[in-house]
Nanobody, 122 residues
Framework: VQLVESGGGSVHTGGSLRLSCAASGYTYSRRCMAWFRQAPGKEREGVAGLGGGLGGNIYYADSVKGRFTISQDNAKNTLYLQMDSLKPEDTAMYYC????????????????WGQGTQVTVS
């Protein structure tokens, strides 16, 4: 499984960005997809997840509920994260991750990772 993120950048507070994650490889291995982020000096945290084992098949961290939307285009094998009303505390490296199944959106549940894309909000 290969995951390639894109769409990061620098925006002002209140702005929007859409991250994309192009996925390839065995479909079974990426039935659960998620976005994580890691700010300098902090642990990597789950932001949003979709599919395989999640309650209601979708998960959002409390900090992004109502502002971020995760979606997937199966025809394009692409995962998206629409981020609206961005805040400085959203500044981080954002990573796409995949797993055959994930009961929770935590790093230990995911075997496949992209290289990350930087989001800076000022």
């Amino acid at each position: 499984v290969q995951l390639v993120e894109s769409g990061g950048g620098s925006v002002h507070t209140g702005g929007s960005l859409r991250l994309s994650c192009a996925a390839s490889g065995y479909t079974y291995s990426r039935r659960c997809m998620a976005w994580f982020r890691q700010a300098p000096g902090k642990e990597r945290e789950g932001v949003a997840g979709l599919g395989g084992g999640l309650g209601g098949n979708i998960y959002y961290a409390d900090s992004v509920k109502g502002r971020f939307t995760i979606s997937q285009d199966n025809a394009k094998n692409t995962l998206y994260l629409q981020m609206d009303s961005l805040k400085p505390e959203d500044t981080a490296m954002y990573y796409c991750a995949a797993a055959p199944w994930c009961g929770t959106v935590v790093t230990s549940s995911f075997a496949y990772w992209g290289q990350g894309t930087q989001v800076t909000v000022s």
